[in-house]
């Protein structure tokens, strides 16, 4: 099934970094408690593959923090630090867009999601039980 995409651009507070992402009007984010520094950021993740993900500019502004794994990269700007994406660990080829950082007029709905996975036990059960979670693609199938 063929869906229509929506140009959607955002970025950091300062504007230093910016960015644009193909995704639905209509997008899906994730309230997650997996993650502890997601849950410190207040951050919903729109997911997107990372085809759809494109840095426009501010490369030179963006460091990463890993922690853990060090799989996943959570991308923040170097001046004012805020962490407009991120590479989850948990799809490499995915991209997870803070919902907080996308520009007004493009988004149409926001459906958040509740993803209750307090520890890596129910996180991977949450996985198993969604595997779309894993591919990263619901906000352009």
């Known amino acids: 099934m063929s869906v229509d995409l929506v140009k959607h651009t955002g970025g950091c507070h300062c504007g ?3 960015f644009e992402v193909l995704a639905k009007a209509e997008l899906k984010a994730y309230d997650c408690n997996s993650c502890s520094i997601c849950v410190k950021k207040g951050m919903l993740p729109v997911l997107v593959p990372k085809e759809n993900f494109k840095l426009l500019e501010g490369e030179e502004h963006i460091s990463c ?13 170097t001046t ?3 962490h407009p994406f ?4 948990t799809n490499p080829n995915g991209r997870g867009i803070s919902l907080h950082c996308l ?3 493009t ?7 509740p993803c209750n996975a307090l520890d ?3 996180w991977q059960k949450y996985l198993d039980e969604n595997p779309k979670a ?3 693609t619901e906000n352009v199938e």
């Open 103 to 105: 520009d007004e007029g």
């Open 107 to 113: 988004v149409k709905k926001v459906n958040i999601v």
């Open 134 to 136: 894993r591919n990263l």
């Open 65 to 77: 923090y890993t922690f853990n794994t060090h799989q996943a990269k959570h991308y923040f700007c």
């Open 80 to 82: 004012c630090g805020i």
């Open 86 to 89: 991120y590479q989850p660990r």
């Open 16 to 18: 230093k970094v910016r």
């Open 120 to 122: 890596w036990k129910n």
